[in-house]
């Protein structure tokens, strides 16, 4: 064929070399596609049987199963004793599978049975919480943490796929009770101290004692020494003796006070004996 007159080619010849262009356009975007869709197509597969995709920058799958912990997205409320107040449970659960799943592959299965997992630990909690008064919470904890141990790991499926789960829970009191609560805590806190205070001397007087037994004992051929070993022993046994009547007193009180009550000497302290008055000298 040979081009116009004008020098500018046929409009025949224009239409072919467009036809053959987009034919040339069209096969290289399919060929394209096809390799895209075929490379896409190996990544699905792969991931679907838990391989890791074919290339250079994959990355090396950890070694042993993995193990996704997730929290609760809110605390678990259980109502306590009288239904007024309750208990607030911070929840966690480490999620693993015998299988050796991929990381997405494990979070969207724990996504899916978390829901499970929250409703079957409130239903714990909430039988352990019901005849509690709203300011046990570590007993409920204890309860609770008794329960998970009897049953540490919860197991889910789907389809082939199994799941393990292991529940971990914390207590926390309602925050409306904890200004009543306060002056209490703060009262037990004080005698607290204080009692461990009193352990703390009753035992060095112990020690004291004992000390001073073994000394005499190691010494008891001595008249005075033995005398004086059987005084502190006599004292110390009628020191209980007056402890236990006064606690006696304390627990169980008279119903009426004597009429003319007579002061108790403790057994350490001894009644001073008025001097003796001179003897008269005899008339000469």
């Not at 070399?17 to 990544?43: E, F, K, M, P, Q």
């Not at 570590?138 to 499926?157: H, I, K, S």
């Not at 006696?248 to 001894?270: L, S």
């Amino acid at each position: 064929m040979t081009d116009a007159p004008d020098g500018r080619p046929r409009p025949a010849d224009q239409w072919r070399h467009r036809g053959v262009r987009g034919l040339t356009i069209a096969r290289d975007a399919g060929v394209r596609g096809w390799r895209w869709w075929a490379r896409s197509w190996d990544r699905l597969v792969a991931a679907l049987q838990d391989e890791a995709p074919v290339g250079s920058g994959a990355a090396p799958s950890p070694s042993g199963p993995l193990v996704e912990q997730r929290d609760a997205p809110r605390l678990i409320a259980v109502p306590a004793r009288g239904y007024v107040y309750s208990f607030y449970i911070r929840a966690t659960f480490a999620w693993s599978s015998p299988a050796s799943l991929r990381s997405e592959v494990l979070s969207w299965y724990v996504q899916y049975f978390q829901p499970n997992a929250i409703q079957r630990l409130t239903r714990l909690a909430a039988d352990a919480a019901r005849d509690l008064p709203p300011h046990r919470a570590g007993d409920l904890e204890v309860a609770l943490q008794r329960a998970l141990d009897e049953d540490p790991l919860w197991q889910y499926q789907r389809g082939d796929i199994t799941l393990t789960c292991r529940p971990d829970a914390a207590v926390r009191l309602d925050e409306r009770i904890l200004p009543a609560l306060q002056p209490h805590v703060d009262r037990l806190v004080k005698l607290e101290y204080q009692f461990d205070e009193q352990i703390r001397k009753a035992r060095y007087a112990e020690e004291l004692s004992r000390r001073w037994t073994a000394i005499l004992n190691d010494h008891a051929d001595d008249d005075e020494l033995a005398d004086a070993r059987d005084h502190l022993l006599t004292a110390h046994r009628e020191a209980a003796r007056w402890i236990a009547e006064l606690l006696h007193r304390h627990a169980n009180p008279a119903p009426e006070p004597t009429p003319t009550p007579t002061p108790r000497i403790p057994p350490q302290q001894t009644s001073p004996t008025p001097p003796s008055s001179p003897a008269s000298a005899a008339p000469e």
